[in-house]
């Protein structure tokens, strides 16, 4: 018999949340705090309904294993679908509860590490079968949901074996078990129709340099990245390959530490063509970066995959991971993404809830909240767009590059010695004029005040 026969039929639908129906948007003078304001899915915005600008997505790992735990104290979220248990069975429980969410929700797509949806067993063999038997309860709810899976991952940090690292261990057989972990991770992200697939360097990094041989370690990591990408070409896997940067956590350094270090390493290793970015604005604070900083140097080179949504408290120096609130920041962030687009990317919610808002529906508030944020700021950035409000202003501030000479500059057709015969007849540069900081921040405020 399937062992899966006893998970499979047992399900009743729509006992998760009873409290609450499907969202619906209401409009901004709304004041249900169960419906959207602004994020109306089929409203077209530039071209596109919203629903197909902003892909959004509900992690799996935060909303449906986060605890609320910290290192001062245990969990605190009451989950009654979840026994607590690490069982197969649960874990099946579990992945009925987050469809009934996603689909109360309205989102299009989730996103899952291998070890959130199904226990680790004792043995690697035991963890594959688990992941199977979990992947067909996936599977049944796809169907019936239409939810679809936006990216796939495996969890390769929160096993002490991984403490040196997984693709830049010291240990071979720790890099081999990490090699069949992702092998696996993959077929089942293609099983169940995943349209990326995303390596975060959860330890892939290091807290010591007297212990550390960092080519080595990089060189590792590099050839593991050329075995996933042939790997996908032998099982037919079309996904894109994502590389998520995070300077630091949980090791003192994060060999993926920011876009430009990603890219650099994509052209070492000749993985460029391969691999976009996932970039997360609470990593681009670590790094010292804007979020909107992040996704420029991605996009402008063509690397700008997709997003995790969500924000860090300035006030503290860790990855807080909350809700996107923040209309400024949602507007930035859909300036460039308009600009570049996501290809098979999305708007993923690796947010969690504080640790005291504990209760279910809690979840649906914190959701609800962030998507009409990048509603709201899809809608402001595509009107500033629309009416070139900012691209009139920065053109002019580049018109001298628009000149014979700026042109003979950029095509490369000139040298510094034709430069300087050229400023030594003129004697000084023309004059600077003003960058005009002030006035564009409060073109953006006015946009926002009429969107």
């Known amino acids: 018999m399937n062992r899966l026969a006893v998970f499979l039929p047992a399900r009743n639908p729509m006992t998760a949340f009873p409290e609450v129906t499907k969202v619906q948007y209401e409009g901004p003078q709304s004041d249900n705090p169960l419906a959207f304001r602004w994020y109306n899915p089929e409203e077209m915005v530039a071209g596109k309904t919203m629903k197909d600008h902003l892909r959004f997505a509900v992690t799996y790992w935060h909303t449906f294993r986060g605890t609320g735990a910290d290192p001062f104290g245990g969990g605190t979220m009451v989950r009654p679908w979840d026994d607590g248990s690490e069982s197969v069975e649960n874990a099946c429980q579990r992945a009925r509860a987050a469809f009934e969410f996603f689909e109360k929700l ?74 069949a972990q992702v092998k696996k991770a993959l077929e089942v992200t293609m099983a169940l129709g995943g349209e990326n697939y995303v390596f975060w360097g959860g330890r892939e990094g290091y807290q010591c340099l007297y212990n550390t041989d960092m080519k080595r370690e990089l060189d590792h990591l590099g050839r593991f990245f050329h075995m996933a990408v042939d790997y996908a070409k032998e099982i037919g896997f079309t996904g894109q390959f994502l590389i998520e940067p995070k300077p630091k956590e949980p090791t003192k350094h994060q060999y993926d530490s920011d876009a430009a270090a990603c890219l650099n390493f994509l052209r070492t290793y000749d993985l460029t063509d391969h691999f976009k970015l996932n970039i997360e604005t609470n990593h681009a604070t670590l790094a010292g970066h804007e979020m909107m900083h992040e996704l420029e140097y991605a996009g402008m080179q063509g690397a700008l995959g997709s997003i995790d949504a969500n924000t860090g408290d300035l006030l503290l120096g860790w990855d807080t991971d909350q809700f996107a609130t923040n209309y400024y920041l949602t507007t930035q962030t859909m300036l460039v993404l308009l600009k570049y687009g996501l290809g098979s990317g999305g708007v993923n919610f ?50 001298s590059w628009d000149s014979d000479l700026g042109k003979k500059i950029e095509s490369g057709n000139t040298s510094f010695a034709e430069l300087e015969s050229l400023m030594l007849d003129k004697g000084e540069a023309a004059a600077n004029t003003s960058g005009r900081q002030e006035m564009l921040e409060n073109i953006v405020n006015r946009y926002l005040d009429i969107a």
């Open 350 to 399: 690796d947010a969690k809830v504080r640790r005291e808002s504990f209760e279910p529906i809690d979840l649906f508030h914190a959701h609800i909240g962030s998507m009409d944020a990048f509603a709201r700021g899809l809608k402001v950035a595509a009107k500033i767009i629309e009416d070139r409000a900012i691209d009139k202003i920065v053109a002019q501030r580049y018109s």
């Open 106 to 179: 309205d989102v299009p797509y989730y996103a899952f590490h291998d070890r959130d949806v199904a226990p680790e067993g004792a043995t690697l063999s035991e963890s594959n079968a688990n992941l199977d038997a979990v992947a067909e309860v996936l599977k049944a709810e796809q169907q019936r949901t239409g939810v679809k899976l936006l990216w796939g991952t495996a969890n390769m940090f929160s096993n002490p074996r991984f403490m040196h690292g997984a693709a830049t261990t010291c240990n071979v057989e720790v890099y081999a078990y990490a090699a």
